[in-house]
């Protein structure tokens, strides 16, 4: 079996795909945030697309991005671990008081500033509240740790907004809570509507992915 009457066999480029709004988002963002981004959706925990994260990798490189930004991004897209529990953990009480089960709150074993704080500034994600009630600890821990690429200045706030809709808005993802939060958020520090439109634009065209991924695999699969 042969795929020779295919003109550019194999190639992702060939598919007929809309054509982009214009201007472009890289136009729009400038080539290093829109390489970041497309960074941001494929190291995602839920897309983990290696072939898109060396090749948006060297792209932010090449246009500028420094070390230390491209692990920010990396680390960025483990944040949303927490959306399991924000998620799940509502409807497990939900569930349990069905059941007539007793949902008692956990004690924490030690101070929780990092929350007390988040609390007082009134930045404490309602999201979190059933995480906080199950698991305090976890929590204090996690937003310890995740709390650090907002503080330590290597991505401008609004940057960091950007790639977290584009995280959540991910096709592999699709939180709806957090693509709003960050919207908001985007919004208060000055993003204009077109910057999150050309952030949604390329989260639409994560698509392509699945011909990239499955194009060489149908034809080597043909040419058995």
Known sequence: ??????????????????????????????????????????????????????????????????RDEVLSVVKLSTV?????????MPILNQELAYARMPTEPAISARPTPVCDALRRDGNFNPDWEAIHEAAPDWLEGFLATGLGIWRDGVLPPL?????????????THMYTPGTR????????LGAEREQIRAVLEIVGRQSRDAYEASLPVLDDVCAL
């Open 181 to 188: 939060r960050h919207i908001r958020a985007a919004l208060a």
């Open 1 to 66: 079996m042969t795929t020779s009457s295919r003109p550019d066999a194999g190639a992702p480029a060939a598919v007929s795909e809309p054509e982009p709004a214009s201007p472009a988002p890289d136009e729009i963002l400038g080539a290093k945030l829109a390489a970041l981004i497309r960074l941001k959706l494929d190291v995602s925990v839920t897309h983990l697309y290696s072939r898109g994260v060396r090749r948006h990798m060297r792209a932010a490189l090449r246009a500028g991005a420094t």
């Open 159 to 171: 940057w960091i907004e950007l790639l977290c809709i584009a995280g959540d808005a991910a096709l």
């Open 80 to 88: 949303i671990g927490i959306h399991a529990l924000a998620v799940g």
